[in-house]
């Protein structure tokens, strides 16, 4: 494989990421608030349906408004059922975990009946737009500045995530609510209140990146169009335990491994199934890889400075009150 193959392996990598960036820190977020949103799967892809039938009704008025007005109608079906869950979860106490998994079922399917009339038909779509200047730099220039501005958002997104979460005191109040509510409470948070707002915070990212599969990545709408998505997205915020930094980092490894699979279809004589879910059973392994007593333990065995580093690199420990009732007096 030569410098220029893989330059173009990793723009590809970078671009399919872009979605799941989305996604995973819209999950992240709220996992840190304390709620666990398991509808990740249903609403990517009634997002994803959502903002491509609006950009497709509303292709008369231009392309940038159609765009406009359908990545917003899908971050609002993504806050729509995120409130759905709040609502659940924190006003009548009940399980998290199965009521974001029948809004998984209910919406997938939902998409599929109501964008019955939008498959397999063109639409607009996200146009490139390249940084001038910062394009022409050798290598860097060519994977991260000539793409398009979903790209460039998923990007400051990240890192807007991260200063939130670990340089400001909202952000610090964010990850006291999903830690420890009752102290949070006793400083005189809202964690209710709270709680609700970023779990639609994170759903509306979630609905963005499923209209950002159907404008962008995956052009387009057809049946179950981003299946398994969501669920990898669910994966790859445990995977990057928390943090917005490694989940986006996780994102662009699951890039990598598509963008691999993608190279390998011509090349390796096994069925297009095999290639196609690929990524996800490699992604999935790290997983389970990352979260052994024996790595960890392996790790261990290593001199004490590089150990401690490579131990909390793959240690991932979830909010203390992940998916628990806080009943605020």
Not at 86 to 112: K, P
Not at 120 to 143: A, C, E, H, M
Not at 213 to 231: E, I, N, P, V
Request: proline letters at 5%; charged letters at 10%.
């Amino acid at each position: 494989m030569d410098t220029a193959q893989l330059i173009a392996i990793l723009s590809v990598a970078i671009a399919t990421s872009t979605p799941l960036v989305f996604a995973c820190l819209g999950e992240t977020i709220t996992e840190r608030a304390g709620v666990i949103n398991l509808s990740a799967e249903g609403t990517i892809m009634l997002a994803a349906m959502t903002g491509f039938a609006v950009a497709k009704t509303t292709e008369g008025l231009g392309t940038t408004p159609s765009l406009i007005l359908g990545f917003a109608s899908a971050a609002l079906a993504g806050a729509s059922i995120a409130l759905v869950v709040a609502f659940g979860a924190l006003t009548l106490r009940q399980s998290q975990v199965a009521i974001g998994f029948v809004l998984a079922l209910l919406c997938a399917d939902l998409s599929s009946f109501l964008g019955n009339d939008f498959v397999r038909i063109p639409g607009p779509t996200v146009p490139s737009f390249r940084l001038p200047i910062l394009q022409d730099i050798p290598v860097i220039g060519r994977l991260l500045f000539q793409n398009d501005l979903l790209v460039y958002a998923s990007f400051g997104l990240v890192a807007l995530v991260w200063i939130y979460f670990y340089r400001t005191r909202a952000g610090l109040m964010l990850r006291a609510i999903g830690e420890q509510p009752a102290a949070a409470f006793a400083r005189g948070s809202n964690v209710v209140l709270m709680r609700y707002l970023y779990t639609l915070t994170g759903g509306a990212l979630m609905g963005i990146a499923g209209a950002a599969f159907s404008l962008d990545f995956k052009a387009g709408w057809s049946h179950r169009h981003t299946a398994g998505y969501g669920w990898i997205a669910l994966a790859i915020v445990i995977f990057g335990g928390w943090n917005p930094l490694r989940v986006a980092l996780s994102c662009y490894l699951f890039g990598i491994l598509q963008s691999l699979a993608s190279q390998a279809q011509n090349q390796i004589p096994v069925p297009t199934q095999v290639i196609t879910v690929a990524p996800f059973v490699l992604m999935i392994l790290f997983l389970v890889l990352t979260s052994s007593e024996w790595l960890e333990r392996l790790l261990k065995r290593m001199p004490p400075s590089l150990s401690r580093a490579a131990v909390q690199t793959i240690h991932s420990t979830p909010p203390a009150a992940l998916g628990k009732v806080f009943e605020q007096d």
